[in-house]
């Protein structure tokens, strides 16, 4: 069988079924997640996200592929490299533009390598360094990688970096958030408790939640969200990533992985929050708020974001919850830390050298930083 590799502009010039079948189930994987970025112009070259997906095919089958980007900028990435940018700047060199694999704007872990046989994976990774030293460009960065499709790319001359994000597993045991907070000690269990009943009936006045999924999600619904997602980012003085459009194709194209989490009070809604959910998994995504005058509610973004999801996944029998990005006070909330992968390739060897030196120290402290959290678990000792 002849072996082709194809780049794509568009994933549009993949056929959804060859993708999906390469992909898995993550939904932030799956072809119309990934098309309504595109479609929606979340993601393209005015966004300095050029995509330029790498394919390969087996005569007219297509057996591998990279969901791949060319960078004129490093903003949601959520692996840090500003500080390699700015070498390269002060030594009178391009960092940008530069070849990233990850899936735009969100810290979600999964396969990159779509393939089904190693040797497929290597010809991916040895074939998108190649397409960088044509290119010209500075660097090739293949962003949250599930371990396996980490360590084989380092294996082809990338290097190894690491980070921590904070997930929940699902204990066999646990069936209702009660039975989720009875494996807790007494202290973060009672923590947890006055919490939520400060968010929802504290002097801020009650707040009502509702969790509305997949066909129970209106247009109205999403115009909310919208607004509340976009005063999040003003707030922080930056520009929205995504936009109403990305949203309602998403959740056109994929209803039964759109939740949304809308807290009201005196019958108005003033909060909002977005989860993507999988077959075994809820992603927690973006949160935001259009208060009323009555202000601000303490308490409210974890409740949002943490508690009803948790609820959610313990009731739909969900195996895991990944929180997001960062965020060490997740821990407290039964959030335990988990080893988050990348892997680099530098064009330039005198950089390549330096960061290496970099990212084995940078490994040995987050080693050491997930020891010390490890030993910080808020479930009881005599939790298995």
């Not at 919208?226 to 309602?248: D, G, K, M, V, W």
Request: net charge negative; glycine share 6%; proline share 5%.
């Amino acid at each position: 069988m002849s072996v082709t590799l194809r780049i794509c502009e568009q994933l549009a010039e993949i056929p959804a079924p060859a993708w999906n079948a390469l992909a898995g189930a993550h939904p932030a994987l799956q072809h119309a997640y990934l098309a309504a970025l595109e479609q929606s112009a979340c993601v393209d070259a005015d966004s300095g996200w050029q995509p330029c997906h790498l394919t390969l095919w087996r005569d007219d089958e297509l057996v591998g592929a990279l969901l791949l980007y060319r960078k004129s900028h490093s903003w949601g990435e959520y692996v840090f490299d500003w500080a390699w940018a700015r070498a390269y700047e002060q030594h009178g060199l391009a960092y940008y533009p530069k070849l990233v694999s990850a899936v735009p704007f969100s810290p979600l872990p999964g396969a990159r390598l779509l393939a089904r046989s190693d040797e497929d994976r290597r010809l991916l990774v040895e074939s998108a360094i190649g397409i960088t030293r044509e290119l010209g460009d500075s660097s090739l960065h293949i962003l949250f990688p599930h371990e396996e499709d980490a360590r084989l790319a380092a294996t082809c001359g990338m290097q190894l970096r690491e980070q921590i994000q904070f997930h929940w597993q699902r204990d066999p045991a646990w069936h209702t958030f009660d039975d989720f907070l009875a494996s807790m000690n007494h202290d973060k269990r009672k923590k947890i408790r006055q919490e939520r009943r400060k968010a929802l009936n504290g002097p801020a006045g009650d707040i009502t939640v509702a969790r509305k999924y997949a066909a129970d999600i209106t247009d109205e619904d999403w115009a909310f969200f919208i607004r509340c997602y976009n005063n999040t980012y003003r707030e922080h003085r930056s520009h929205p990533y995504l936009n109403l459009a990305f949203f309602r194709q998403l959740h056109a194209a994929m209803p039964e992985a759109c939740l949304l989490i809308i807290a009201s009070r005196d019958g108005k809604p003033i909060a909002a929050a977005f989860d993507l959910v999988g077959p075994d998994a809820l992603y927690g995504r973006y949160w935001g708020a259009q208060w009323d005058a009555a202000g601000f509610v303490p308490g409210l973004h974890f409740e949002l974001c943490y508690y009803q999801g948790l609820e959610f996944a313990l009731e739909r029998g969900l195996d895991t919850f990944e929180g997001g990005a960062q965020g060490e006070h997740k821990l407290a909330r039964g959030f335990l830390p988990v080893t988050m992968w990348s892997v680099h390739w530098l064009a330039d060897p005198r950089f390549a050298d330096a960061v290496g030196r970099f990212l084995k120290n940078e490994r040995q402290a987050v080693d050491e930083w997930a020891e010390t959290l490890a030993a910080q678990t808020p479930f009881r000792h005599d939790q298995p």
